[in-house]
């Protein structure tokens, strides 16, 4: 107990800073940033429980369903074609980023093309330690660097930059209408309470990718899809969601256990701004090709993350469903068709490499 408290304090102090210094999504990044900095610089053992990550995601995933419309799902389903390309072009530019990599960094390409693709850490993680030539320390340090440098700069471009410089921008005082609005909307009972534990249930047991963020975001939306009430989530129970989340990445997130992270560090970090940079232009094609905005495409393309995506695009009053649908058909997409081909690809061809033959 004396542990967890400790975490809550320092991930607490971190969030209130974020929050102090107007930094986006201040309080999933301060608690983050606070306890990796704490456990690295204090060397202190932080614990966090992962029922209140998953949790988090729950409430995220329901607010995220709640803003689907039906005319959300037909321009996705038109979009179709251009959500897969999207997505081929992110994976070819991950693995020319791998490549250069693999190179600088002196490690196998086994490593920096798992390291490099945007898949989501645990995956890419579990999938190192099934493919000939990966290490995977050097996985998850490259996805924790490639994410933290999206998911930093991602909400900082869009608040500041995309955000404030849109046409027909919602005022200021607009987030004080959005503060309360919850109020007009039936109260976020225990029913509703039900119904997300529910979906995250059948969530796990189908064997989604993040279970407990997509069940709940699944449900929410047939439910508006149905006409049925769907309560909004009380903005101090948004904070305390994004808090948990925060709080988890932060303590399982070690920079210190690699022993060359020094030379890793800049190529992953580099490899993190490229794909922001790369999302930024295919963004604007997109903005000209569909009836949606610069800013809604960005957050679509920036492969961040469909949490920390949705949430800065509810502070920014972008499209959330068109992100989240972007989002998941990424996720999807690399999870499931992906990884197969790279077990194959890198299997057949790491003998190349050397050092990596063991036969």
């Not at 534990?197 to 064997?207: D, E, H, N, T, Y």
Request: a positive charge; glycine letters at 8%; hydrophobic letters at 55%.
């Amino acid at each position: 107990m004396r542990r967890l408290l400790e975490t809550g304090l320092v991930t607490g102090a971190g969030g209130l800073l974020f929050t102090l210094l107007h930094i986006p999504l201040s309080w999933m990044l301060g608690p983050m940033a606070a306890a990796m900095l704490w456990g690295e610089l204090a060397k202190r053992t932080l614990r966090w429980p992962i029922g209140l990550r998953n949790a988090g995601l729950a409430v995220l995933g329901y607010m995220m369903g709640i803003t689907f419309t039906k005319e959300t799902g037909h321009q996705i389903v038109v979009q179709l074609p251009t959500m897969l390309t999207v997505t081929v072009l992110t994976v070819a530019f991950s693995l020319a980023t791998a490549w250069l990599t693999a190179r600088k960094a002196e490690i196998t390409m086994a490593s920096s093309v798992i390291g490099s693709i945007p898949g989501g850490l645990s995956q890419m993680v579990v999938l190192s330690e099934e493919v000939r030539g990966a290490e995977g320390t050097q996985v998850a340090f490259m996805q924790t660097i490639r994410l933290m440098a999206v998911i930093f700069i991602v909400p900082f471009v869009a608040v500041h930059g995309l955000a404030a410089s849109a046409d027909g921008a919602v005022p200021a005082s607009a987030a004080a209408n959005a503060y309360t609005a919850w109020l007009a909307h039936p109260a976020f009972s225990a029913g509703v309470v039900a119904a997300i534990a529910a979906s995250c249930w059948v969530a796990v047991k189908l064997r989604f990718p993040t279970p407990y963020m997509l069940g709940p975001l699944v449900a929410a939306a047939l439910l508006v899809v149905l006409g049925e009430p769907a309560p909004h989530v009380p903005p101090l129970l948004i904070i305390a969601a994004q808090w948990a989340i925060g709080a988890y990445m932060g303590v399982t997130t070690r920079l210190g256990s690699l022993a060359n992270w020094k030379k890793l560090l800049p190529y992953s970090a580099l490899s993190g701004i490229g794909v922001v940079l790369f999302s930024l232009a295919i963004a604007y094609v997109l903005s000209l090709l569909h009836p949606i905005t610069f800013l809604t495409a960005f957050l679509s393309t920036a492969p961040g993350g469909m949490t920390e995506m949705g949430v800065t695009a509810a502070i920014t009053h972008a499209d959330i469903t068109m992100i989240v649908a972007y989002q998941m058909f990424r996720i999807l997409f690399i999870l499931f068709l992906v990884p197969p081909v790279l077990k194959w690809g890198l299997n057949r061809f790491g003998r190349m490499e050397p050092g990596t033959d063991k036969a």
